[in-house]
């Protein structure tokens, strides 16, 4: 009778165990990319001939973290979310409401010159805007289920945490220009010119009281 007590309770631990372990299969998310570059967030593993999506390094953020929930701050330093746009485009005023409206806190770029378009096919664009990037993920246009699905794959909170003072960072360049080298003082330049002309100069000693006139050293 003992025994039979022990299998059945080391038969209901097992049935347990197995039930955990499906359970936590289920949950887990997978990313892969197809054969046309298309990123896809599935809760089965990859096809043989999928790409391996690389995983980016984000331990910094571009907007900074302090004060906010928790849950939006770990989402951000995984997953930071950039927006690509150009004045006069109605997709990317639409996509910029949509993740003001959400509570997403994101860095806009602006293309609209040669050098920012070069950035923006370096990010992975093709040139259409708006453009968008959740860590490594990445979609031309703006399609709010699609942008839905990005941002809930990245972990982001479904509904607004951000505090009521949040402010959004301003747009910038895609493209920053490197700073201009200080321009040279010229008063500076100007002493330095009359200090060298001044050594290049051949010395000459005033005649001795005691020489002979006429003499000269």
Not at 1 to 27: D, F, Y
Request: proline content about 8%; aromatic content about 6%.
């Amino acid at each position: 009778m003992t025994m039979t007590i022990t299998n059945v309770r080391h038969g209901a631990l097992l049935g347990l165990a197995l039930l955990l372990c499906m359970g936590s299969a289920s949950a887990q998310m997978f990313k892969w990319v197809d054969a046309n570059g298309k990123t896809h967030f599935t809760d089965t593993p990859q096809p043989s001939n999928a790409k391996p999506v690389a995983v980016q390094n984000t331990a910094s953020a571009p907007q900074d973290t302090a004060g906010l929930p928790y849950a939006l701050a770990n989402a951000m330093r995984k997953a930071p979310v950039t927006l690509y746009t150009d004045s006069g485009c109605t997709g990317c005023d639409a996509g910029r409401s949509y993740l003001r409206g959400r509570g997403i806190p994101y860095a806009e770029k602006t293309v609209k010159s040669q050098a920012e378009l070069d950035q923006l096919k370096a990010a992975g664009g093709d040139g259409s805007l708006p453009f968008i990037t959740v860590g490594s993920a990445k979609m031309a246009g703006f399609d709010a289920g699609r942008w839905d699905s990005m941002l809930s794959s990245a972990q982001y909170p479904a509904t607004k945490m951000l505090p009521a003072n949040y402010q959004f960072s301003a747009a910038t360049s895609a493209a920053p220009s490197a700073p201009k080298a200080a321009e040279p003082n010229r008063e500076a330049q100007r002493r330095a010119a009359e200090e060298q002309a001044a050594r290049e100069q051949p010395a000459t000693r005033e005649p001795s009281a005691t020489a002979p006139p006429g003499f000269r050293f």
